[in-house]
């Protein structure tokens, strides 16, 4: 099983460009003005469609660690690749506590990185991301 995300981006070469550094992944198939990547780790199929004139892209997407050393790798390669942009640990967001890196790519989309590390902090430190 795989989760599909389809995302309007304005510039699909640097889209491919930022995606392919994002995942350490290829686009599996490419036409104009479209391309779609079939990652396996994370289990993700992500389609690019170039459309300049969207009105809405998304609020931020994530991928969540089963561990920390996942975690690590993802931020030694989002570190290696020059797109890691913004590192917490034992930050408490959305009713749980988590250690996470985040990333934006070419058009402003926040990706986070993240493992939970208490999914039930006290309520007085939970807060809505």
């Known amino acids: 099983m795989r989760l599909q995300l389809a995302l309007n981006v304005t510039d699909l070469e640097r889209a491919v460009d930022y ?6 992944e290829s ?6 003005g479209y391309a779609n990547f079939a990652i396996d780790n994370p289990p993700l199929k992500l389609v690019l469609f170039e459309n300049r004139n969207a009105g809405e892209r998304i609020n931020h997407l994530g991928v969540e660690a089963e561990t920390q050393q996942e975690l690590d790798g993802a931020v030694d390669r989002l570190s290696a690749a020059g797109i890691a942009e913004r590192f917490e640990q034992n ?8 250690n996470k890196v985040w990333s934006s790519e070419p058009d402003g989309i926040n ?3 993240y493992r ?13 991301c």
């Open 91 to 98: 930050t408490t967001c959305c009713h749980a506590t988590q």
């Open 116 to 128: 939970i590390t208490d999914d039930a902090p006290p309520a007085s430190e939970s807060a809505c």
């Open 27 to 32: 686009p599996h198939k490419r036409r104009p």
């Open 111 to 113: 990706w986070e990185w």
């Open 19 to 24: 995606y392919s550094r994002l995942f350490g």
